[in-house]
């Protein structure tokens, strides 16, 4: 069984850093696209950053680029979200995802991803 789990969140200031990581077990997962998604309270989940499976091509959202750096460590089973110039806005729950059968234009959708963790927590204060 897959189990996905995160960990690394906290109160950080803003401006701060943190490394969100993530730990799979049950499979194999260097075929599979990995991904970072975040729930800020009353808001609908959204796509934070993803690396497509195989080539190992990085994507981010619009409001990350530059700021996180996702990367991943198949021989561990491990991937990795480095979040720097932390702003208040970045406040939610970050959960990592894996798929892998979705397609490139389905990548920033959630509804495309198979597993879940249950999410870390990230709070930034001003």
């Known amino acids: 069984q897959v189990q996905l789990i995160e960990s690394g969140g906290g109160v950080v200031q803003a401006g701060g850093s943190l490394r969100l990581s993530c730990a799979a077990s049950?499979?194999?997962?260097?075929?599979?696209?990995m991904a970072w998604f975040r729930q800020a309270p009353g808001k609908e989940r959204e796509f934070v950053a993803a690396?497509?499976?195989?080539?190992?091509?990085?994507y981010y959202a619009d409001s990350v680029k530059d700021r996180f750096t996702i990367s991943r460590d198949n021989g561990k089973n491990m991937m990795y979200l480095q979040m720097a110039m932390l702003k208040p806005e970045d406040t939610a729950l970050y959960s990592c995802?894996?798929?892998?059968?979705?397609?490139?234009?389905?990548?920033?959708?959630?509804?495309?991803?198979?597993?879940w963790g249950r999410g870390t927590q990230v709070t930034v204060s001003s």
């Open positions: 995802a894996v798929g892998s059968r979705l397609i490139m234009s389905s990548m920033r959708r959630d509804t495309a991803y198979d597993y």
């Open positions: 690396m497509w499976r195989g080539t190992g091509r990085t």
């Open positions: 049950g499979g194999t997962f260097s075929q599979s696209t």
